[in-house]
């Protein structure tokens, strides 16, 4: 059955301080600017400078007294006004064009009282032309006056404006700390400013040069960047932005430092513009409404059935629960934020609608219960709420669906993860605690004293995030605060199977903040170096094995996406690359049957190769780090097959004296492999002793002249005492007598002459002496021995 949308009346209006006056400035001014406390009780009504007297009004719901004031004709009324989210009391911030700032409070006395005046204007003459505020940041677009030289010319005074911020923040009682002005942006255009969610909008004008009117800034101070945008190139650009490092930027300079955004184009022809959680709204003379989000891409939302007919009309936008909400003139329309499809329109009885401001998540109060999930509209003729409504016939759901549909709310807004959580994720893979004892409750299986006992760890968890949290709504150490935050969140992490978005989600914690991440791991698996190049873990078996193990079959990670084992070694070779091997090695020896395997019997050492890239592209101290810690037979043998490619003849010797002992047939393989590189070249001369050593036991003489007549190079000329300057020398009898003493033949052969080669290699006699030291080899072995 089709939804219906409704509009029920929350209030007349009547339980408000000062309700006549409220009604009245709603009916009889159109351009009145309408603002709502972040706890729904204080309304804000500011007229335009000029406007007849009373300029501002804030009307008071419940207890309290409304604050009216008029300033005379010579004094210009505040530019704007914006209420600040101050934990203890209610503040109020009044911004004049000169550069005048008050900040009133509520709750200190009777009625409201003036905190502080200030200028937020350092130069004199200057002006202020938009200002908007977030949480406890000021931020304000001011013009500066001509300098002593002569007057601004254009294209000089199109770019004659700066962008400054502030900090006013709560002290004691009955005062406010500021902080010291700093300059964004400097010789940049007029902007008009919005708030939304966390970032500054910075969007031109009707003044704004029409050489940049189709470029607009986002200024995200919780990340420290600023997104250059142009909806209508594609483009978006990020640079750094972060007062507290002391950023700034010439805005002309930064426009010509990005390709493309200086391009010829038409100036953004936006009829109105309003900031949502989700982002900036705008809608353009021919109906369109488009979003532009936080990360600088815009997209399209819908079109109207009704476009603005010039800049005079009166529209409002907003959003609630995918769904966009568009006052123009006295008509609702309501449209599917996903795909812009028309669900109803509405004709109201009034032409002048406003549209709140939604009110702050932990607000508790019964308004904010019954607008939950709907858009509040405010007339003279009362405060509305429009939602949709259940169709008739529709089964309510059982008390323990509701438990886990408010469970998901809470937890995806306490959740650094991006992808949306669903009920029945949490119902089936048992990811929190809270909604399962819950749900236990109502079904009568577990007492209230129990759940306590099960919960106190986790409430205990939850009250230390939520204070994590508010510290960092108030901007108190950001970034220590979110790499608690990230750790927190890894920690919980742990306690899930990591599958899926869980998986997912730790991903993107690492990308985020890497070190935060790796830190918090560290302390899981409790890692400590031994001092000999080793890591020791006292993390339990239960551990390891999340950290060894691989998506279960059917269930493989999406693109991009890499088990926990994978995801430890980048990030390990990114930020601890000394680290790596040993990491692999500790691994191999924690791993239970199973826990390590990708695939049929893939060991560790090759999920860490395939993270550092493609053969020939891996970094070779780590490649070979790891092949030789792997203590595998086939790696090894590849890694001494490196090191004999570099050259590095010593490292290659002692890693094959070092598995000799383990693997009788893997000290065969290395011998033969640098045996055939002594027969070849002369350059393994100096490390003959090792290669003694390396000899396999059982070896006899006969097999070792017949391994070394495979690899001697042949000769087109018959051989000669010395080499040719230049040549490589050829391999004498004189080298070859070390090698073979170490072979099968131990001592002077006693009874018959087994080979002509034993006889000429024992004959102690001087003049075979001299002929084992400069006669060559390959003659020896050619028979051709005179």
Not at 51 to 56: D, K, V
Request: charged letters at 20%; proline letters at 9%.
């Amino acid at each position: 059955m089709k939804r219906a949308a409704t509009l029920r009346l929350l209030s007349d209006l009547s339980n408000f301080s000062g309700a006549a006056r409220l009604r009245e400035l709603l009916a009889a001014d159109p351009e009145v600017r309408v603002r709502c406390s972040p706890d729904g009780r204080h309304l804000l009504l500011l007229r335009p400078p000029g406007a007849l007297a009373p300029q501002l009004l804030i009307a008071v719901r419940g207890p309290g007294e409304e604050l009216e004031r008029a300033w005379p004709a010579e004094q210009l009324s505040p530019l704007d006004a914006f209420f600040l989210p101050w934990p203890v009391r209610p503040a109020l911030v009044l911004v004049w064009e000169s550069g005048l700032a008050e900040v009133w409070g509520a709750g200190v006395g009777p009625g409201w009282r003036l905190l502080q005046s200030t200028e937020l204007c350092t130069s004199s003459g200057s002006r202020v032309v938009a200002v908007a505020a977030l949480r406890s940041r000021l931020v304000w677009c001011e013009e500066r006056q001509a300098d002593a030289e002569g007057c601004l010319v254009p294209p000089s005074t199109a770019f004659s404006h700066h962008v400054c911020v502030r900090t006013l923040e709560p002290s004691g009682e009955a005062g406010t700390n500021q902080g010291r002005t700093h300059i964004l942006l400097y010789h940049c255009p007029p902007f008009k400013l919005l708030a939304s969610g966390k970032d500054f909008f910075l969007v031109p004008t009707a003044n704004t040069w029409p050489g940049v009117g189709h470029i607009l800034l986002i200024w995200s101070p919780g990340k420290g960047k600023v997104m250059v945008a142009a909806p209508n190139l594609g483009f978006s650009y990020s640079k750094s932005l972060n007062p507290g490092r002391g950023d700034t930027w010439d805005f002309r300079t930064l426009l010509r430092g990005l390709p493309g955004l200086l391009s010829p184009r038409q100036p953004l022809t936006v009829h109105t513009w309003a900031p949502t959680p989700r982002g900036l709204l705008l809608l353009d003379f021919r109906g369109t409404v488009s979003l532009v989000q936080s990360h600088g891409g815009t997209r399209a939302v819908g079109t109207l059935q009704e476009a603005p007919v010039g800049q005079a009309g009166s529209a409002a936008l907003g959003t609630f629960h995918g769904t966009l909400a568009c006052v123009l003139g006295s008509t609702l329309e309501l449209l599917d934020v996903g795909s812009g499809q028309l669900l109803e329109r509405k004709v109201l009885s009034t032409d002048r609608v406003h549209l709140l401001e939604p009110l702050a998540p932990d607000t508790e109060n019964k308004e904010e219960l019954e607008t939950r999930g709907g858009l509040r509209l405010l007339s003279a003729l009362g405060l509305f709420r429009v939602g949709w409504e259940a169709p008739q016939g529709l089964e309510l759901p059982s008390a323990e669906d509701l438990v886990f549909e408010e469970a998901c709310e809470y937890y995806q807004r306490r959740s650094l993860r991006g992808a949306q959580l669903t009920p029945e994720e949490l119902r089936h893979s048992s990811i929190f605690r809270a909604p399962q004892a819950l749900a236990s409750i109502l079904q009568g299986h577990v007492s209230p004293s129990t759940l306590l006992t099960i919960l106190r760890a986790e409430l205990r968890d939850y009250r230390s995030l939520e204070h994590l949290k508010a510290q960092l709504v108030a901007g108190d150490d950001e970034e220590p605060g979110w790499t608690e935050l990230a750790e927190q969140e890894v920690e919980r992490l742990l306690r899930t199977e990591l599958m899926g978005d869980q998986l997912a989600q730790l991903n993107t914690i690492f990308q985020a903040l890497p070190t935060a991440a790796w830190g918090a791991f560290l302390r899981a698996l409790q890692l400590q170096p031994d001092g000999n190049g080793r890591l020791r873990s006292q993390a339990p078996p239960d551990v390891w094995k999340k950290v060894l193990g691989v998506t279960a079959a059917g269930k493989e990670p999406p693109n991009g996406v890499l088990p926990l084992f994978e995801l430890l070694c980048q990030y390990l070779c990114r930020l601890e690359p000394r680290w790596l091997p040993p990491f692999v090695e500790l691994a191999q020896q924690q791993s239970g049957p199973g826990w390590g395997a990708g695939g049929p019997g893939l060991p560790l050492y090759r999920r860490a190769l395939a993270v550092l890239g493609e053969e020939g592209t891996r970094p070779e101290a780590l490649e070979l780090e790891l092949l030789l810690g792997s203590g595998r037979p086939k790696a090894v043998l590849q890694a001494v097959g490196q090191l004999v490619q570099k050259e590095q003849w010593e490292r290659a010797l002692e890693a094959g004296l070092v598995f000799s002992p383990s693997s009788p047939l893997l000290r065969s393989e290395i011998f033969k492999l640098l045996l055939a590189e002594f027969a070849r070249h002369r350059r393994l001369d100096a490390h003959l002793p090792l290669l003694c050593r390396l000899c396999p036991p059982d070896l006899a003489p006969t097999e070792l002249l017949l391994l070394l007549r495979t690899h001697l190079p042949d000769e087109s000329e018959p051989p000669t005492p010395f080499p040719e300057p230049g040549a490589e020398p050829p391999l004498t009898v004189g080298l070859l007598r070390a090698l073979l003493e170490h072979t099968g033949a131990q001592g002077q052969p006693s009874g018959p002459v087994l080979s002509l080669y034993e006889d000429i290699l024992w004959d102690p006699g001087p003049s075979d002496e001299r002929i084992g030291i400069f006669s060559p080899i390959s003659k020896l072995l050619g028979g051709e021995w005179d």
